[in-house]
């Protein structure tokens, strides 16, 4: 199908937008933020490009799309866009599933190794000018508990096995992980706690859905060994946190590592700010310099596919939330 008017929900300003430009003239661009400009072009536009999370404005946008035939959003999550009206509509849902995978990766081995060679500690000795040597830990020979064995839990595991580290994955659907060569066993949701308990290191992978909302509860954390570390980079919405903070204070886990948070930004008198075994980002390990280019270029590799009638990839289920 050709295309000949996409329209971009982003800030005109962004400099990622830069790549769209070759689309031109063959292709014209209608970008912004506001109904004054988005909706006069609407109704031409067969493909819409969602920069910002502005589900209002999508809403508002939609029953005028006429002509719309698909909607790519340039984030991975997309339980921020979705409403009832678009999740009942034919019209398919890309996301960018895949571009932040291995900065997330990075970001979850750096986790492991700053708890395994207590980096902390260094950092305080250091600053102390204090020689106190002491005994750090390999990762070789530990096991990696993935919950959520998706496109970034296996990003994770391809960074995790070359340092020697036993894998194991659970997931709703345990067939599609059959015959990975990253996984020594996969556990169905079902039996999660059975895979916590032979975790080192847990990871949490998972999207927002209603079946993932605290997920990881107080049953869960009692399942971890008392040494072990909790990791997140999926929605801090996953989490109980209420209960993760009296596991960290107690001294039940040996840490964890947190990029996302139930409310963000973090409320400035919560207790991850003053644990000393929680290692804290401001939800921005896969805001890489070149993040947003990343995303582009994969929306125009679907653009290219969408316009010879190839099946798209990413392709959302609405119902399902990823």
């Known amino acids: ?19 769209l430009e070759r689309l031109a003239p063959r292709i014209t661009l209608t970008v912004g933020l506001s109904e004054e400009r988005l909706v006069p072009a609407i109704e031409q536009a067969q493909v819409l490009l969602v920069g910002a999370q502005k589900k209002e404005l999508l809403r508002t946008l939609l029953p005028r799309a006429r002509a719309l035939r698909w909607i790519h959003a340039l984030s991975a999550g997309v339980e921020n866009l979705l409403f009832e009206e678009l999740i009942h509509s034919p019209l398919p849902l890309t996301n960018s599933k895949g571009v932040y995978s291995g900065s997330l990766g990075e970001f979850a081995l750096a986790a492991m190794l700053f708890f395994a060679k ?12 204090r020689w106190e040597q002491y005994t750090p830990v390999e990762l070789r020979g530990r096991t990696l508990g993935i919950l959520g064995y998706g496109d970034i839990g ?22 599609r992980s059959e015959g990975d060569s990253l996984v020594d066993e996969v556990f169905p949701l079902e039996r999660r706690l059975e895979m916590i308990a032979a975790s080192d290191y847990l990871l949490l992978a998972m999207p927002h859905t209603p079946g993932t909302q605290r997920l990881m509860g107080e049953a869960e954390l009692r399942a971890m060994k008392p040494q072990s570390v909790l990791i997140n980079i999926g929605r801090g919405s996953t989490v109980d946190e209420q209960a993760l903070v009296k596991a960290l204070e107690e001294g039940r886990l040996r840490g964890a590592a947190l990029d996302v948070f139930e409310t963000e930004p973090l409320p400035p008198g919560h207790a991850f700010w003053r644990l000393e075994n ?36 990413n392709v959302v289920d609405k119902e399902a939330g990823y």
């Not at 207590?118 to 000018?129: F, H, K, P, S």
């Open 278 to 313: 929680v290692l804290l980002s401001p939800h921005c390990a896969d805001q890489t310099p070149t993040w947003r280019d990343d995303a582009v270029a994969l929306f125009l590799r679907n653009l290219d596919r969408f316009e010879k009638g190839e099946p798209l990839l």
């Open 118 to 129: 207590d980096l902390r500690r260094l950092v305080r000795q250091q600053g102390e000018a």
């Open 1 to 19: 199908m050709n295309i000949d008017h996409l329209l971009v929900l982003a800030d005109p300003s962004s400099s990622y937008l830069k790549h």
């Open 154 to 175: 296996r990003a994770v595991a391809e960074r995790a096995r070359p340092f020697g580290m036993r894998v194991l994955a659970c997931r709703r659907r345990p067939s």
